[in-house]
């Protein structure tokens, strides 16, 4: 990793990049969050989306409050309702507040049921009552709803965020942050990026194994999540925010995968597809339940999204901040229309397989093994990316410029 130019902000600097949990943030403000990612706010009127099994039973008068079983609701009442209700809106020109509940989808980026309830245990419906009569939706859920939203905006006009997964680190950091600041810096990353022709990582195991994946990507216009909605046209911002992504066009090679249990295995890609797994350690069921999935519903292994982190903030626990870090890259598997690829519901041969789910290689969530070197070919010429969980000397030049 380069030494950060002296024209680089703190947050850039050599040593925050090391350790990004000692960079100071400014305390966690409805206002200025909504205000920069919404711009213009006066005149909108804004509620909130949440996820329970039990929608009807537990947003009526609120009865999820202070249920410990209820983390991210419970966040979403203290720090993005009661802070709109206590003055944020005012500030904001707002109006509305409401809060809604729909049923868990237990899947990341399922379409979401049409049935959602108000805080007086009314049944209502997100088509007819919710999304043609709000300017902006916050959605604070356990499970992303970000690919289901994006079309509706589409539909329905209106603006959003996606927050799932909302805890305290993520709070005073990732949304503590300066969007102006993030979409400048993705967009300094993505001008580095964009109509690559592929890229190749190479991961090293614990054993010493180098496996390679090659990833074509047809001299796309690279895209960026920055989160900014700012304007009036249909759009849903995902945060925190800050990446660069690509829809492959193509994909071959291997690459390694934990799975929840911990159990380590190597993925076998051809046409863009996960054709198989096999063990390195840990659970031959967990192998073998994958290779079931991949054997039953093909669509399942499809590689959807290549995406690179552009922000530096320190580890949640939650891959919807911790995909943002400068350093770190994912895969996705499955449905990319709200990335702007091909791949729809539709084509899953169950509804419950049509989810988005992010593979992510980070120094805290794959210890066992290294994203050694990340390279991108352009036009001829070969750039290194990221080395080491770091970011290269391309990608720190990039982010130096057209600054002062």
Not at 52 to 78: C, L, R, T, W
Not at 112 to 126: A, K, M, N, Y
Not at 299 to 304: C, K, R
């Amino acid at each position: 990793m380069s030494t950060a130019s002296p024209a680089l902000p703190d947050y850039l600097s050599e040593e925050i990049l090391l350790h990004p949990e000692n960079r100071q943030f400014p305390p966690f403000d409805v206002v200025r969050l909504l205000g920069t990612v919404f711009e213009p706010t006066a005149g909108c009127r804004v509620c909130i989306l949440t996820d329970f099994d039990d929608p009807a039973a537990e947003i009526k008068d609120m009865a999820f409050v202070g249920k410990p079983e209820f983390p991210v609701q419970n966040k979403a009442y203290e720090a993005v309702h009661q802070a709109l209700h206590g003055g944020a809106m005012d500030a904001l020109g707002m109006t509305g507040g409401d809060f809604f509940a729909y049923k868990t989808t237990h899947g990341s980026n399922l379409d979401l049921e049409d049935e959602v309830w108000d805080t007086q245990g009314h049944q209502l419906s997100l088509d007819a009552d919710i999304y043609p009569n709000y300017d902006i939706i916050l959605c604070i859920s356990t499970w992303s709803a970000t690919a289901p939203l994006t079309a509706k905006c589409k539909e329905f006009g209106f603006r959003g965020a996606t927050l799932h997964g909302l805890n305290d680190i993520i709070l005073n950091s990732g949304l503590a942050v300066n969007y102006d600041e993030v979409s400048a810096d993705a967009e300094r990353i993505r001008l580095a990026m964009t109509k690559a022709d592929d890229v190749e990582i190479d991961f090293e195991l614990e054993d010493g194994r180098i496996l390679t994946a090659w990833l074509g990507l047809a001299q796309q216009e690279a895209q960026k999540s920055h989160g900014l909605c700012k304007g009036k046209a249909p759009d849903v911002a995902n945060l925190p925010a800050g990446e660069v992504y690509f829809v492959p066009s193509d994909a071959h090679g291997h690459f390694p995968m934990k799975y929840e249990d911990g159990t380590l295995g190597v993925l076998t890609v051809k046409d863009r597809n996960i054709i198989k797994s096999e063990l390195i350690e840990g659970d031959q069921a967990t192998i073998d339940a994958h290779n079931a999935r991949l054997a039953d519903d093909p669509m399942t292994g499809t590689l959807g999204e290549l995406g690179f982190g552009t922000q530096v903030l320190p580890v949640s626990g939650a891959d919807i901040q911790d995909e943002k870090v400068l350093g770190t890259c994912h895969l996705a598997t499955g449905r990319d229309d709200h990335l702007g690829g091909d791949i729809v519901p539709e084509m899953f041969k169950k509804h419950e397989n049509s989810t988005h789910d992010d593979i992510l290689f980070a120094p805290h969530k794959t210890p066992n093994f290294n994203v050694k070197e990340v390279r991108m070919n352009r036009g001829g010429k070969q750039e290194i990316i990221i080395e080491n969980f770091r970011p290269s000397r391309y990608i720190m030049d990039a982010l130096a410029e057209g600054r002062d």
